[in-house]
């Protein structure tokens, strides 16, 4: 069966710092990979999507960007972190994009 | 873009009573997926919906993809403790995007 992983599960990071959070899916080949950024009792906002190594779409222009080094790794990266970054953020996967989404467990970012 | 409106955006149910929220549309999805959402986890699929009409269950969850193809209901029978949570809808429009609507937080009753 198919599982996806995200690490760190929390993480806390000063003003400036630099960010990578790392998403693995493991018993699927060629997914579609997404992340996600969740405020506290809101919704869900698509970050980006990537549909093959190497090949990345962003939704929303903004401080973060993703990179997808290998079929199952989807990266999200920013250099400087802004207040603003904070935020639940979810990484999920899906067989096709018109298929259902899989969703991780999530990393609570949150910028002091 | 497209937006999901869902409702309510919250309520109160006692364990034992039957609950229903909804998600509304001005345009044409091609499938509909509802999760669930617990305290600082992912979401979570319970019944994703692909024909007009279609209407699936899932234990004491039902839904349904409206004829329309505007909406969708999603009934929860006879709930427990457990159902607790925050409910999305979801759905896929031509372009195979994924637009989520807002989200049902369900809470117990005091």
């Known amino acids: 069966s198919q599982t996806i992983h995200q690490w760190p599960a929390t993480l806390v990071q000063p003003v400036g710092s630099p960010l990578s959070l790392e998403c693995t899916v493991e018993?699927?080949?060629?997914?579609?990979l997404y992340w996600y950024r969740q405020a506290a009792g809101r919704g869900l906002q698509l970050l980006f999507y990537s549909v093959g190594i190497g090949q990345i779409s962003s939704e929303v222009p903004q401080n973060l960007s993703a990179s997808r080094p290998q079929d199952r790794q989807f990266i999200l990266s920013s250099k400087k972190l802004l207040l603003s970054d904070s935020g639940f953020y979810l990484c999920?996967?899906?067989?096709?994009?018109?298929?259902?989404?899989?969703f991780g467990d999530g990393t609570r970012l949150s910028i002091l | 873009g497209q937006q999901l409106n869902q409702s309510p955006q919250s309520m109160f149910i006692q364990e034992g009573e039957d609950v229903s929220m909804n998600c509304t549309s001005s345009s044409i999805f091609n499938t509909w997926l509802w999760y669930k959402q617990d305290p600082g986890e992912g979401p979570v699929l319970l019944i994703a919906?692909?024909?007009?009409?279609e209407l699936t269950s899932n234990g004491r969850l039902t839904a349904q993809f409206g004829i329309t193809r505007k909406d969708s209901f999603l009934n929860i029978s006879a709930s427990i403790p457990s159902d607790v949570g925050i409910y999305f809808c979801a759905g896929h429009n031509a372009g195979n995007m994924l637009t989520f609507g807002g989200g049902t937080r369900l809470m117990v009753k005091p």
């Open positions: 999920a996967w899906s067989t096709h994009s018109n298929q259902p989404q899989h």
């Open positions: 919906l692909y024909k007009a009409g």
């Open positions: 018993g699927t080949s060629n997914p579609n």
